[in-house]
């Protein structure tokens, strides 16, 4: 006796765990990424005040995700939750102990909003540079991406526009993390 064909309809939407889900975006980002030599513009060709292209991966933003975030505003808000989120977590809190909360907050909302396609510029250190003094684990890194999923979460940012802005971050780890 043949199966009743279920309408698409009446399935429920499968959902991938989101770090099954994180993991392939990941996983995705970081096999197209562009290698970590061409991401470093030559000292020479970055003019001065050019940070933000010095902290930024040479990725093109998807288009509309700047918006899809909510713009700086969004973005603030964004950053605003992971970074209090990061400073009360056991696991990577002690990380920021030289940190002042408000500085970091509006640098990452800079940063991001430039990485989003935004209008914004950033003018902070590049990763390499920011993270050198810093024992960051790849668990280190993850537990981070796992408290930004977080904020976006609360915030209303879609699923798909997050794994958009992930995998943008994604080719950063290499510059993050310190402790191989």
């Known amino acids: 006796m043949p199966i009743p064909a279920t ?13 099954a889900a994180l993991a392939l975006a ?3 980002a970081l096999a197209t990424a562009v290698p970590a030599a061409a991401q470093q513009p030559a000292a020479v060709a970055t003019p001065p005040g ?9 990725t093109a933003a998807p288009e509309g995700l700047y918006d899809a975030l909510g713009g700086k505003p969004g973005i603030a808000r964004i950053m605003s939750g ?15 102990k030289e940190t002042k909360p408000q500085a970091l907050k509006d640098s990452l909302t800079d940063q991001i909003c430039v990485l989003s396609g935004g209008p914004c510029r950033y003018e902070g250190a590049d990763m390499k540079s ?13 537990v981070l991406v796992e408290l930004l999923q977080d904020a976006m979460d609360e915030q209303g940012i879609a699923f798909t526009q997050q794994s958009r802005l992930l995998a943008l971050l994604a080719p950063m780890h290499r510059d993050i993390i310190t402790v191989r």
């Open 130 to 142: 920011a993270h050198a003094d810093l024992p960051i684990r790849k668990r280190d890194f993850n």
């Open 26 to 28: 990941l996983a995705a």
């Open 7 to 19: 309408p698409r309809f009446a399935v429920p939407p499968c959902r991938v765990p989101r770090a």
């Open 82 to 96: 992971l970074v209090d989120r990061a400073f009360k977590d056991e696991r990577i809190g002690p990380l920021f």
């Open 50 to 58: 050019a940070a933000a292209s010095a902290a930024v991966p040479a």
